[in-house]
């Protein structure tokens, strides 16, 4: 009884071994890194030093490591809405897009606007934008059963023809081939230091996902989202409205997503290209899944890929190791990490099963 | 550019192939209760496999063999994590699909020095038909059919013969339908799925071998493009049946030829034209699923 009482409350566990599951995923994914590297015959020790030191001891070093954290905080807080209320989103990409050239193409075609006015119409134009690419699938799964999964990528697809189409043929500034041209300074994103592209959507990004902490742990609406994720059939019965829940869900996701989007048009570029995001939605879904769909959590582990991101840049050029390297250690953390955490789920895990568990084991 | 049908139907065959060797590997996968929307993921990699298979040895069966052989490596490590280990299986599908697409550009530029394509390969032969290609108008999609196309159609004769006539069939249905009460019965449930997964890998590793030694002549980044959620729609449409899921990949195929045909053809531009195959699968899939819920008794 007493060691019971002893017991630290359960979310702070969950916590505690959310940050060993990571930890350890982290550590095994760089040997198993500095095993290819030495296949390669390179040196591992300064490979890590080139991607996960050098970039944090100069101050652009971190400016820069901020700035290419700050779009995989918005796409990993937009997987986390939907992946909170068990819905698989995968079209983050496409909402970003689309939220993206929303924010272009208000940002340059409004005149004469102080920025506090230019800057909400832009913001809300994007969410709006962003919502609506999810609305779709949201309402199809709900009225329909439809599975998300399939509509959500098909929906990437049709977006990023549709975007690049838009660009090429309405929004293209002269003389370039696939860009917008500049958006007006009154809708600027100010950067703290040019020109390492962190700017205040990363301020932004970190009250964001503060907010969402406080909704998911604080609120009804969190509870209810939480309930519904668990358990979809135990929350109707307990008369939520889960299907609700599942459309507004989806549409705060899609306008987090395209505030990603925006935030690298007004922010880092200042215009928006055609393909300019080298997979930022799919990042968002591995980053909230690392981060067990912990808005706080998603914070940290935006930054860790924020640093591999650039320290990746970083060993390009300095070794001859290429800049994708770094994406299979990536996916080798994403993998260890689910890994980790099913095991954990299932306490103790495959190596210590009980001998009772085997019959239900068998199925 | 005149449009003519045999070329049309010509190309809907050489679409329609992908799809289907994804889609009827991937049913066992579905039928015996093991989701895998890691079929996009496996067959980037396999492509990946048969196009360096065939680079460095110079003969596309070599290459066919690599890309079967990857199919069927990752396919074990989905089923491993799917059913031994127990991973949410489209968490796992995720974690195939992102980590492919990464792998599958470091691996590009690890063997061919190259970020975008590999450099061009021989592909598999392209063979004629007998008797089919004397049909007048037929000529020209059965004088010149790729080998894997026809390894399709028996694939899917052999996919029908295997689910409903054999014991193993009985058992992938039963598992998939109520693995406990097939386990009480004496099916070895998770052997059933295993090799039922492992099915549907050996049948992306094809797929994803037609693409890049007999679709093209090269791999390309990226260059699934959505086949293998397709293929998935195709499973769902052709409710769970080897033949059905050929028809749905032919429907597929339709769709593709004609986006291609089009292109160029018409005053829309092209990016809507090509967004034609993404737009019918997302209406079809919602129409299958709206029939299934009214026919289904609630």
Redesign the interface.
Known sequence: MDADMKKPSESVTRARDSILIVAISFLIALFVGALILLL?GENPIEVYRYLLVDPLVSKNGLLKVLGKATPLIFTGLAGTFAFRCNV?N?GLEGQLYAGALTAAVLGYTLQGLPPWLHLSICFAGAMITGAACAFIPAV?KVK???HE???T???N??IS??I??LVI?YFRNPGETARTPYVLDSARLTQFKLPEQANWGLVIGVLLCIVAYWVFSRTVFGSHVDAAGKNLLAARYSGINADRLVIITMMLSGAVAALGGLERVLGAFGYMEVNFSP?FG?DG??IC?IARMNPLGVLIVALLMGLMSYGGMNLNIMTTV?L??V??L???I??FV??GN??LK?RGG?LFHKKSLQ?ED?? | MTISITSILARMFASATPIALAGIGGLFGERSGISNIGLEGTMLLSALAAAVGTHFSNDPWIGLTCGMVCGLLVSLLHAFLSITVKVDQIVIGLVINIFSANASVYLLSVFFRNKGASPTITKLPYVSIPFLRDIPGMSEIFSNISVLTILAVVIMLIAQFLLYQTRFGLHVISAGQNAKAAFVMGVKVKRTQYLSVLIGGLCCGLAGSYLSISYLNMFVKNMVSGRGFIAIAAILIGRYNPVGVMLASLFFGLADASQIALQGTVSIPNEFVQSIPYVLTILVVTVNEWRTRKLSPV
Request: glycine share 6%; no cysteine; hydrophobic share 65%.
């Open positions: 390669q698989f995968i199809l329909f059963g439809v999964v399939i509509t990528i098909m929906l697809y049709i023809n549709i690049s189409m043929n997979g799919y879904l591995v899944i290429p994708e390297w994406r299979i990536t996916g080798l994403f993998a689910v890994i099913t095991l299932q495959i019959a068998a199925v």
